[in-house]
């Protein structure tokens, strides 16, 4: 792992307690020009060809998640640690084996490390799903769940959950739903990629809340309900 610091961050408030997957469509000079430009960082970087990067320490707080909310908390740099992806396709289309091999290798030891729960691994478009669209549609989160690396769902659960309204299951989850077409389309983009439509880089940068989806109402229902209760 190669270490370019970056002045980015400041002192955290509190402890370490999740983990934000992002994605740049820049390699690695070009994310660190963006880094400038704007004034944000990230804890670390893999590029397309799993070589990883680190910008910023763990215990510093890092300005990768900007205006952000999730289960009742808020500011979500506090307490989390930012890993960018290169993906020259803004994670439309699927990332190299070998990146996510990479990715995997680095959350198993950070999760291992501040012993993060496998349900505070979450992408970005999570978290503030009104600005923000990556890591996107083709980011593997069942793979990753497998490894007990994230959270995902048995469709069959759905049977058992009397909860019929949309907007509160999306809450149980997690997600801010004060704009409840962004919830949705952050949650379709996590756990039903494949029915999210092929968009543009400007538009996914600009609009993501407002990504074309694919979907039967009552299935989405259904792998809702699934999800909100996955504990069943
Ligand atoms: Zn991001």
Known sequence: MKTIPLPYFNERPCQIDTIVIHCLAHDLIGAINSFHEHQVSS??????????YRFVEDDKRAWHAGVSFWKG??????????????????GQSLYPLKQI???????????YRYHIKKERILAH?????MRKADPGKAFDWKYLA??????????????????NDEQS?????????????????AFVRHYMGEFVANDTLERLLKQPFDTPLHIDQLYFLSVLKARAYCEK
């Open 43 to 52: 804890h670390y970087l893999i590029d397309e060809n799993g070589k990883i």
């Open 146 to 163: 497998r490894h007990n690396l994230g959270v995902w769902y048995q469709i069959k659960n759905a049977g058992f959950v009397c909860e």
């Open 169 to 185: 299951l999306l809450a149980k989850i997690g997600y801010d739903t004060t704009d409840f077409k962004a919830a949705k389309c």
């Open 101 to 111: 091999k990479s990715l995997m290798r680095l959350l198993k030891k950070l999760k």
């Open 125 to 129: 478009s999570d978290i503030a799903p």
């Open 73 to 90: 908390c808020s500011n979500l740099n506090d307490c989390s640690i930012g890993i960018e992806l290169c993906s020259k396709s803004f």
